[in-house]
Structure formats: C-alpha cells, structure tokens
C-alpha cells in the first residue's frame, strides 16, 4: 500500500530542492550502501536496496517527480487515478476533445493547399520512458512499457457514428471539406478557400453519434508492449519502435513509439564509451609484494594479479571486459584504477615496523633518493 512507504526523498537522504545531480550523487550513495554483492544473503540490506531503486526511478524522472511531488505516492502509482499513464501524461481522467488532436495527430488542415479529410493518414508518435540498471542497458534485455495512446474505437471502428449508421457526404462541401468563396476586389476576383462551417472540414456529417467515442472515431487508452533493448544502449538514448504509436485515420499506418532510456548509475561502475572504469582498493603492501585480488566485471568476479610494486593511480586493462557495442562488433574493456590505501592509524608496533621498513632503504624510501623530490614538482627531471 503506498500509505506505508516511507517518503522517497528521505529514502535517498535529499531535500525536496535536490537537483538531478544531487539524487544521482545520493543514490550513487545509497547503492553502494545496501548493494547486494557487498551484503550477500542480507535481506535487510536486499529490502533497501530495492526501495532505494524505487525512489530513485521516480525522483530520477522529471514526469514522475512533478507528479509525486504533487500527489505523493498515488501520484505515480497506477491504482490511483493521479498516476497519469507514464511519461507524456496520456488522456486518463481527462476531458479533451479529439477532434482537436486528429488536427495535429494527423496533419490538420494548415494553410496551403487543403488535402482530401478522406485521405488515409499516418497516425502521430508517442513517448515513453524505461529505466534499466547498469547490467541491463550493457548486456540488453526484455522490458514492457505502459503509455497512453489513441486507437480506433472499437464499436464504431474510427468512424463516429453508432452501430447501425454511417457518416453522411456533407451536402455543403460535398465531402471535400473545404468551400470556396470569391470576393470582388480593385484588382479583380480572388477565390479562397476555408474549411467547411458544416461538418468542421470533416467531409461527412455523423448524424448519430457513437456513445463510446462521442463521434470522435477514437479512444485513448493505456496499453503495454514488450521492447527488446539492445546491448550497448546507453542513458537518454531513444530506442524507435514502428507503428507502436498512435493510430492512423482512414485506413493510414499507425505512428511509431520513441522509447527514452534511462540507466541507474552503478555503486562502483562507471561508463566511458564502451569502457568501463572500476576503482579497485588495494593496501599498501599489497601495492608492495604484489596480490591476488577478486575484481568484479559485468560477466561476474574475475582473479587478477597485482603485480609487486604498483603504484597508487596505476591503470590496469582487462581486455574485453567491457560493454558491448551497438552494431555488435567488438566490446570494449574494463579499467581497473588502483587506488592504495594509505593506513590513518597505526599503533607503536606498527609506526617501529615502518620506521624499520624506511631504514632498510636508508632512509630514501622505497622509490629512491629523498633528493628526488628537489628536481621538480612532477619528480626527476626529464633526460
């Protein structure tokens, strides 16, 4: 029940005039706190982990958070009326007229020469949005989108009137749609032409009405169709799916369907083109002796030997570990920045062993002489 959820906001630790980079950070955050491959068999951690997903989802999406602000929970959920139908708002609860929106839905009748109102016509494109995590905007995936969308109506089937009857040709525009009227003027006789007064530049008169649609010929409804989203996609990119958008009219194909993609950021990932960057925390003797360390990738975790004496900032390549590219042709790598952690306290066992460990290299440090440091900023000088 979404009486019982706790307020999305403080779920991710934010005020309510946190900016987008604000909750991405926050979330970035919290991820990384409940993750369930740094909690494994914690359904504690498991439990606020998907509600930190969950808030995020809603906070993240400009459409969803205008209506939770608004609302609260019923806002964005679908049992309540204020949950609109996803991303472009849809026609639920709403009062409109469709006769408007067939005039931009299906081309209108703008000024120029005025097309035949009974010509087939492609329906318009509609909008959605699908948020994926990091592994499934890299590997690809199956995902159902909701939206909103007009469809013929089903008992008069686009045509307006009621079972039984048909639309009438318009006696004054003779199913044209427009008329035409001459004026006398100092130059001589212009004729123009205006959509008919009689059927709205319709071209046919709907004497009985379908009750289902008003006359209208159309419905908005909500409807949900499964998308296949390729490896590779990356954040705000638009997947085009055909003739998933709004129906045609007079037999014309239907719009298509822009699917806006949306990735969650990852706790310890991060995207470079079809690279991948992982920050991999070592100790300082590990850094010294070399390690054999668990890193994590895509494909699950993986051995990799640190070798003896690496340096803080070093950046080792895993090659193929990366994301997979769009046009299926090759995958990018991971990159591992090793990160050493320098210990803050050491107790006076541990600061003698290090005095020892210095005086072992005559007090230059492992690296060389202390004069080093005297030849630049950036360490010895270039030969």
Not at 181 to 186: F, H, K, N
Request: glycine letters at 14%; one cysteine or more.
């Amino acid at each position: 029940m979404a009486e019982n959820k706790r307020d999305y906001y403080e779920v991710l630790g934010v005020e309510k005039t946190a900016s987008e980079d604000d909750i991405k950070k926050a979330y970035r955050q919290k991820v990384k706190q409940y993750h369930p491959d740094l909690h494994p068999d914690d359904k504690q951690a498991e439990e606020k982990f998907k509600e930190v997903n969950e808030a995020y989802e809603v906070l993240s999406d400009p459409d969803k958070k205008t209506r939770y602000d608004q609302y609260g929970h019923a806002g964005v959920d679908p049992n309540f009326g204020a949950g609109g139908g996803g991303f472009g708002g849809g026609f639920g609860g709403m009062d409109f007229d469709l006769g408007d929106l067939f005039g931009s839905f299906f081309g209108g009748f703008g000024g120029g020469r005025q097309a035949n109102p009974n010509a087939p016509r492609r329906g318009s494109d509609t909008q959605a949005r699908v948020t994926l995590s990091f592994e499934e905007a890299a590997k690809g995936c199956k995902r159902t989108v909701e939206f909103n969308r007009v469809e013929l109506c089903p008992e008069c089937h686009g045509s307006g009137a009621a079972a039984g009857t048909s639309p009438e040709t318009c006696p004054e525009c003779h199913g044209r749609g427009q008329v035409n009227t001459q004026q006398r003027t100092p130059f001589g006789v212009v004729q123009t032409s205006r959509a008919c007064s009689r059927c709205g530049g319709k071209g046919k008169i709907i004497k009985t009405p379908c009750r289902k649609c008003n006359g209208k010929g159309a419905i908005s409804k909500k409807v949900s169709v499964e998308i296949t989203v390729p490896a590779g996609i990356d954040d705000r990119q638009v997947l085009n799916i055909r003739n998933e958008g709004n129906s045609g009219l007079n037999g014309g194909p239907n719009g298509d369907l822009h699917v806006t993609v949306l990735v969650r950021p990852h706790p310890f990932f991060e995207r470079d083109g079809y690279d991948v960057w992982c920050d991999v925390n070592v100790s300082f003797s590990q850094a010294v002796l070399g390690a054999t360390l668990e890193v994590p990738t895509l494909d699950g975790k993986v051995r990799y030997e640190l070798p003896a004496g690496t340096q803080p900032g070093t950046v080792m390549k895993l090659k193929g570990k990366g994301i997979q590219s769009l046009n299926g042709r090759g995958r990018g790598d991971q990159l591992l920045r090793i990160i050493v952690n320098v210990p803050k306290n050491v107790n006076a066992r541990q600061k003698e062993l290090l005095r020892e460990f210095d005086a072992e290299f005559g007090g230059k440090g492992p690296n060389g002489s202390v004069d080093d440091d005297k030849k630049g900023f950036f360490g010895k000088k270039k030969k």
